[in-house]
């Protein structure tokens, strides 16, 4: 069961990159399905006074600890972190956008540089990766950036015995402006617990509570439709492109980050058709015959604080938000239309998320995204 969420800022909200080491701190353009977990988590504690023993209550344990619920992140308007396999131009960003998933499965030339205007004039400034968010316009088949408002806030640490600043210890950070909107989804493996998200509520979240920071409005709406049917549009589009080389082919796009591992448990740096096999609970063979044909991908590393402890988290290897796989097998003409659908099926099913540690977020993933077919430039 999934329900959409969105959390709106009512003071400006700041969530560190990295561990504070500095006095300038830059904070993340989103809310981490961890991060707004353990929000509404210490919500719940303090509004049933639960105090140390949350871990018996067992509305508490089966929320957070039995692996039940799906915290995603939540990015602003809704938005999707760009492809790692987008290039715009470094110069223009007029120019549009070019994805090289396809064109590089395909064995297509791939462009040096921006290709903008007539051929004997073309922009040729390099390509650059897109930084931020990203939202799809469906009118004009193209991507429109998507970026929250930051500004920096300062403050300096007060000496208590004599209640005035104290010298040296002055501090700046990124927060997010309040009033923006971050939007995402939760997933329920029992509906039963559905009777939890039913009223909003207010949490404190990141950094600066004490200072009047991280204050917004957490609300839970109905999903939309079901989107088989819309994937199953999205599998035809993307293999319009393969249709002539006898292959069936599909992509994955992770949203979020992903933590997969191989045999001797150390992170991968790209998926296999097993994992996304996994993901949809089907048996290991049924996507045997596929192979990773092209990917754009790169390993991120994943801190945190356990407030609870007052301790560190240990860093964990993951790869990073857009990260972009392309999958292929060889198919006979006349069997295309069959194995198309049997794909849409499975690819269905894996809307919770794929590799490890689900239930905080990771492995969101989007199947057969138009950005990587529907581009004027793919």
Known sequence: MKLEVSLTTEA???ISRWRATGNELETLRHVPGTA????????????RKLKEHAHCDSRFHALFLEGKVRFGDLRPNGAAPWPLSARECSRNQAHGVHDLLVRSALGDEIPLGCIFGPKDR?????LALPQGF????????????????????????IDGAVLLPRPGQFFSSE????????????????????????????????????????????????????SEANLRQRVAGLNGRFESTGLVAFTCTLRSACLVYDDWLCARSYLLPSDIGEAASV??????????????????????????????????????????FLFTRSVAP???????????????????????????????????DPFHYALRRS
């Not at 707004?36 to 210490?42: M, S």
């Not at 073309?122 to 390099?126: E, L, P």
């Not at 309040?178 to 329920?188: A, K």
Request: charged share 25%.
């Open 334 to 368: 006349r069997e295309r239309d069959a194995e198309m659908d049997r794909l849409a099926c499975i690819l269905a099913a894996c809307e919770t998320g794929i590799g490890e540690r689900w239930e905080e977020g990771f492995g969101e993933a989007v199947f057969c």
């Open 122 to 126: 073309a922009c040729d400034a390099k």
């Open 36 to 47: 707004w977990r353990g929000a509404l988590a210490a919500d719940i504690v303090r509004e």
């Open 12 to 14: 400006p909200l700041a």
């Open 175 to 226: 927060v997010v402006e309040g009033g923006t909107q971050f939007e995402g989804e939760i997933w329920l493996k029992d509906p039963a617990l559905k009777a939890e998200f039913d009223h909003p509520r207010q949490l404190a979240i990141g950094r600066g509570a004490t200072r009047g920071q991280g204050l917004a409005k957490l609300e839970f709406h109905p999903p939309p439709p079901p």
């Open 283 to 324: 048996p290991p063979g049924e996507l045997e015959a596929y192979r990773l044909t092209a990917w754009f991908s790169r390993m991120i590393t994943i801190g945190g604080w356990n407030a609870r402890a007052s301790l560190p988290k240990g860093d964990i290897h993951a790869l990073a938000p857009g990260s972009a």
């Open 134 to 157: 990203f939202v799809w316009n469906r009118d004009l088949a193209a991507p429109e950036p998507s970026r929250p408002m930051v500004r920096i806030v300062a403050h300096t640490a």
